[in-house]
C-alpha cells in the first residue's frame, strides 16, 4: 500500500480497523515533531525518547476514543506533552536533568573554529542560558521551549499548554524579555 498521499483521517481509520502499517506510517510521520516537544518538556534526549514512544503507544491504544476534532499530529503531541510534564515533575527525572554535564544533555553547539578563549566563554554563555531558562517559572518556560523548537504554531502551542493564542505570545515574549534582562544583569547585554 503506498501511503505517500494518504491523509492522516484515512490512516487513523485504517489503524482503527487493524492496520497496524497504518498507525506505523503515522509514527513515522509524526515522530519528530512528537521526539521535540517531549524533548522541549524535558531537556534530555533519552527521557524524550521513552516519552515519545510511550505517547505513541499510548495514541494507538486510545485510537478508538479519538474524536479528530483536532489534527493526529496535535492528538499525539499533546499526549507526549502531557506525559512529558509528568515525567519532569518526578524528583529522579529532575535531578538527572540537573546533574547531566552540557557535553551530554543535547543542548551543545557546533564548534566553528572558534579559539579555546571563545569555547570557554560560549560554554559559560550556555550554560547560564540554560540555568536561566531551568529558573523561569513552567509556564514562561514551557511555553519558551516549544517556541524555540520551531515545530508548532502558536495555535498548536496553545492545545498542547490549554490556553489561549494570545496568552502563549505573550508568555514567550515575557519569557525572552526576562531572559534578557537576567543575561544582561550577568553583564552579557
Do not use: N
Request: net charge positive; aromatic share 8%.
Amino acid at each position: 500500500m503506498s501511503t505517500d498521499c494518504v491523509s492522516d483521517p484515512e490512516l487513523v481509520e485504517r489503524a482503527r480497523r487493524g492496520d497496524t502499517a497504518a498507525f506505523g506510517v503515522l509514527v513515522d510521520r509524526h515522530r519528530t515533531p512528537v521526539f521535540r516537544a517531549a524533548l522541549a518538556a524535558l531537556g534530555s534526549y533519552e527521557d524524550a525518547e521513552e516519552v515519545a514512544q510511550d505517547a505513541f503507544v499510548a495514541a494507538f491504544r486510545r485510537l478508538d476514543g479519538f474524536r479528530g476534532d483536532v489534527s493526529f499530529k496535535t492528538w499525539v503531541i499533546a499526549i507526549a506533552w502531557r506525559k512529558a510534564l509528568t515525567k519532569r515533575r518526578s524528583v529522579a527525572t529532575l535531578m538527572r536533568r540537573i546533574a547531566t554535564p552540557p557535553e551530554e544533555s543535547g543542548w551543545e553547539f557546533p564548534d566553528a573554529g572558534r579559539t579555546q578563549e571563545q569555547a570557554v566563554m560560549d560554554a559559560d554563555l550556555h550554560a547560564q542560558v540554560r540555568r536561566l531558562i531551568r529558573d523561569l517559572t513552567p509556564k514562561l518556560r514551557d511555553a519558551l521551549l516549544l517556541a524555540a523548537s520551531g515545530d508548532y504554531t502558536m495555535e498548536e502551542m496553545g492545545r498542547l499548554l490549554r490556553v489561549p493564542t494570545g496568552t502563549v505570545k505573550w508568555r514567550v515574549a515575557e519569557a525572552r524579555r526576562q531572559l534578557k534582562t537576567r543575561l544582561a544583569g550577568l553583564g552579557y547585554g
